[in-house]
């Protein structure tokens, strides 16, 4: 991409982001002109402390002594009284209130008789606007009485929070008794929530309250009642499970996240956003879950490390766009049975039919009646057109309800039943026609309902229809690229766009112009712009691409592109580089599988096979295990069809994943199948990890062939380096040399020869050193160190643990963490410190549990662990003393143990070195 191309479309999303600056109204009252100088986009306004933050809202001359006893109040109780004064910031009044707000936990709102004062071309007032940004968070309204002259706007205001269950509202007659019951209402609050968020007693890991819910780019509208629902269903009728059904578009997800925003202070573990629009089948969301929840698993092992990561816990799950993967609902009830403090929200089309599911079905928006009216204050409260005029305001600054344009808008919004996402396409369209003449061209566009089968609910026809008019409204350059753009899973960067559509020489300002449309979205990701579709809107493209005839073209395509991007360079499987390789290849990996399962549906499996050599380390290193071996069964039930060579990596990969996943019997002969075909091409390194993994199960069942073999593979191996091998060549090959080594070792170790399995782990770990591979290393260093242990080299035995920590905490790696801290917990038992052995053993089980069971497990011999290890420190400490390095041990959390190791500092409860 050229840098001029770059300009524009960085020229295009600073216009979006400048925009939506412009939604908020001016304040209530007005600023002297120094005041008013814009601020550059990117500084923050701070609030005048870091602690608590209580927001008041209220007029400044009218209010100006209940806003001082309302200073006092949140003083006296030593929190920071956030509160608008005029001033001579270099900031506008609305930016300046607009981030106080964003910075603050807790709103106060005081109101007595003025409405506030409402700026050119707004049509609230900064009081009401106020109100309305502060949701989500505790509102403490309190109105003056008796207020005989108070402003119809704010009476009409103060009735509809009145109305609305989900604010505390309280009268009040003068100063002294406002600051006492702000005073109380205070104390109130912050009891309630230090009792929701208090530690509990049994705590497995010390987790964050705050969670990865999606961060809402806009306010919601007028859903405050279904929220409240909502929260009352789980706190006080006990509901576990709520499915928020409808049609799509119609605001499922927003209402969910928000509800789950509501909730999220009342669960000890927090909340957990999944979304599930890129899972293909019912049989993959296990695996997904995992892998958002931070397990690293996989086989046989998925659901049980599930049960056991939320069986302790407290904790709220989302599950998103779950109607694609209603086959799953098995797995919802199955894990809400064995863990009693686990709650589930989830979004879909259908409900689950599950028992104790409450559904929770999302209407529309309130839409005006027809002939409603021409006054814009009395149509803005139906929500619908609130929103429209929103969105409008989005992508217009100017804009603003009139007399003339608001029956247009309300007209809109009836036609369009009040869909969220209906309303908020046609609003983007404000910026290319007023609300007139988009009325008349949207009576075209939806004269007739035929974008939808029959059987599909009216309103999700109507929302095919309004897509269908939206796609009309685009150029053939900008409708073929938003056709292209539905092969995209997940996001995707500029350089793939460029690679996959091929839309011709303005492909900036093409896709600029979608975003522009609202039918792309644009998501900040570092310094590389990223860009999704909605999923709704996402199938409605790759209907399009269908009737193009470039689906197999663009597929391809696709395929191809990701099949590239996921080779790593020499440079990127060594040390660093595979750190940022892996990166990379999460970012894209919804494309990964997509570009997989498209390789596997079509029959490519040559291709198939390809891509899995070349992102292994990815699926097995980030917790992707399981979803791969769905890919390496398929592939394995069509190998007969594959060359000789191809079929060898076939039946490697499906053994691997087997392997890995604990079934031993069938990975061993997929293992003597694929082997004599490699060694047949002559493939020495190919043939390598196949022989050393064969190796390694037949010496786990005492099997007189493993030495035999390793031996072999280990001659072979050592022939092959005489030779020049080329630079990625030589990579792989250390990385077999430190894994025969290792498993020669593990053998001779279980012998009792210390000094051979010694020399063989050194060798090992040079080789593995030498090739910067964590996956070789991680193995190496456990070895040696275990061997260091055998020969009574206590010392050196930690000192080799604590390294491989290390390297596991660079890497993110907490499974593999986990083994390390056991073997560190057998060297402090031997080193006469049982007390430090619990609290290490306490520490990993505790890592095992939030993060599953990893990888490390199936290429090392375990030191002693569990419930048999646990007891017999117990005897040897007593109650009392093995209690207390139990607790301190379970809440000693991951990332404190991972940042301890990657700083060098002795890991909490490790043995000196």
Not at 297 to 302: I, K, N, Q, W
Not at 684 to 707: E, F, I, K, N
Not at 860 to 887: N, Q
């Amino acid at each position: 991409m050229s840098t001029a191309a770059a300009r524009r479309l960085a020229q295009a999303r600073r216009r979006g982001a400048t925009l939506k600056k412009e939604e908020t109204p001016m304040l209530a009252t007005a600023a002297p002109p120094e005041f008013r100088r814009s601020a550059p986009e990117t500084d923050i306004i701070r609030t005048p402390d870091q602690r608590l933050r209580v927001f008041v809202s209220s007029t400044l001359q009218e209010m100006a002594a209940e806003r001082q006893a309302v200073r006092e109040a949140v003083t006296r109780l030593r929190l920071v009284p956030v509160m608008f004064e005029l001033g001579a910031r270099p900031h506008s009044p609305r930016q300046v209130y607009r981030s106080y707000l964003a910075q603050s936990q807790v709103f106060v709102g005081v109101y007595g008789q003025s409405y506030g004062w409402v700026a050119p071309g707004e049509e609230r007032s900064g009081l009401e606007d106020e109100y309305q940004l502060s949701a989500g968070m505790p509102q403490l309204i309190y109105v003056k009485s008796p207020a005989p002259d108070r402003a119809p706007r704010l009476a009409q205001m103060l009735a509809r929070i009145r109305d609305d269950g989900g604010v505390s509202y309280q009268l009040f007659t003068d100063a002294a008794e406002l600051q006492r019951l702000v005073e109380n209402d205070l104390a109130l609050l912050l009891s309630e929530r230090f009792e929701m968020t208090r530690p509990r007693d049994d705590a497995v890991a010390a987790e964050p309250l705050a969670s990865a819910l999606p961060a809402p780019a806009t306010p919601l509208i007028d859903r405050k009642r279904e929220t409240a629902a909502v929260q009352d269903l789980v706190t006080r009728q006990g509901a576990r499970l709520i499915t928020f059904s409808g049609p799509g578009g119609v605001g499922k997800s927003r209402l969910a996240v928000a509800a789950a925003g509501r909730l999220c202070a009342r669960f000890a573990d927090g909340v957990r956003f999944v979304d599930l629009a890129p899972v293909p089948s019912a049989d993959l969301v296990a695996a997904v879950l995992a892998a958002r929840l931070g397990l690293s698993t996989s086989g046989g092992r998925l659901r049980s490390d599930l049960v056991s990561y939320l069986e302790s816990r407290h904790i709220l799950l989302l599950l998103d766009n779950f109607e694609q993967v209603a086959d799953a609902a098995p797995l919802v009830a199955d894990l809400l049975a064995a863990a009693p403090g686990l709650v589930v929200l989830v979004t879909s089309r259908t409900v689950l039919r599950l028992r104790g599911e409450h559904e929770v079905s999302v209407a529309p928006l309130a839409v005006p009646p027809a002939g409603a009216g021409r006054d814009p204050a009395a149509l803005r409260s139906y929500a619908s057109v609130s929103l429209f005029a929103e969105r409008a305001r989005a992508a217009v600054p100017g804009f603003h309800l009139t007399s003339e344009n608001a029956p247009a808008v309300a007209e809109i919004c009836r036609r369009l039943d009040g869909l969220p996402l209906a309303i908020e396409l046609a609003a983007a369209k404000v910026r290319l026609l007023p609300p007139q003449a988009l009325l008349a061209r949207l009576d075209d566009g939806l004269g007739v309902l035929a974008g939808g089968p029959r059987d599909l609910p009216e309103r999700q026809r109507t929302l095919r229809s309004t897509l269908d008019w939206s796609f009309g409204q685009l150029s053939p350059a900008e409708r073929a690229l938003f056709a292209r753009l539905g092969v995209f899973a997940g996001t995707f960067g500029l350089p793939a766009v460029e690679a996959v559509c091929r839309p011709g020489a303005d492909i900036v300002d093409t896709l600029s112009s979608l975003v522009d449309s609202s039918l792309v979205r644009s998501e900040p990701h570092g310094d590389e712009p990223r860009f999704g579709l909605l999923e709704t809107v996402r199938k409605y493209a790759l209907e399009r691409l269908r009737d193009s005839g470039e689906w197999n073209e663009v597929q391809e395509r696709h395929a191809a592109y990701f099949l590239a991007l996921s080779e790593p360079a020499e440079s990127e499987l060594r040390g660093a580089g595979q750190l940022a390789w892996l990166d990379r290849l999460e970012t894209r990996h919804d494309n990964l599988a997509a570009a997989l399962s498209w390789l596997v549906d079509t029959g490519q499996l040559g291709s198939a096979v390809r891509l899995i050599w070349a992102t292994w380390r990815f699926w097995w290193l980030r917790g992707h295990a399981d979803e791969l071996g769905r890919y390496t069964e398929k592939i394995l039930a069509g190998s007969d069809r594959l060359p000789p060579y191809q079929r060898a990596q076939a039946l490697a990969q499906a053994g691997f994943s087997l392997f890995a996943g604990g079934r031993q019997a069938r990975a061993r002969s997929l293992f003597e199948q694929s082997l004599p075909l490699y060694r047949q091409a002559g493939d020495t390194l190919g043939a390598a990890p196949v022989a050393a993994a064969l190796g390694h199960l037949l010496a786990s069942r005492q099997d007189a062939r493993a030495s035999a073999l390793l031996e072999d593979t280990l001659a072979r191996l050592q022939k092959a380096g005489s030779g020049q091998l080329a630079g990625r060549q030589q990579v792989l090959r250390l990385l077999d040399l430190a894994l025969v080594n290792n498993f020669l070792g593990q053998i001779e170790l279980s012998e009792g020869d210390h000094d051979r399995a010694a020399q063989l782990f050194a060798d090992g770990r040079a080789a593995a050193g030498s090739a910067a591979d964590r996956f070789a290393i991680l193995v190496s260093l456990y070895d040696l160190a275990l061997t260091r242990e055998a020969q009574g080299d206590l010392p050196g035995a930690a000192g080799l643990l604590r390294e491989g920590l290390s390297v596991a905490a660079e890497a993110g790696d907490q499974p593999s963490a986990a083994y390390y801290l056991e073997a560190l917990a057998d060297v402090a038992g031997r080193q006469d410190d049982p007390e430090r052995a619990v609290g290490l053993l306490s520490a990993a089980d505790a890592l095992l549990r939030a993060k599953g069971s990893g990888w490390l497990h199936a290429y090392v011999p375990r030191a002693p662990h569990g419930h048999a290890a646990l007891a017999a420190l117990r005897s040897r400490v007593g109650d009392a003393a093995f209690e207390r390095a139990r607790a301190r041990g379970r809440v000693l959390d991951g990332m404190r143990v991972l940042t301890a190791a990657r700083r060098g500092h002795q890991v909490p409860g490790a043995p000196p070195g």
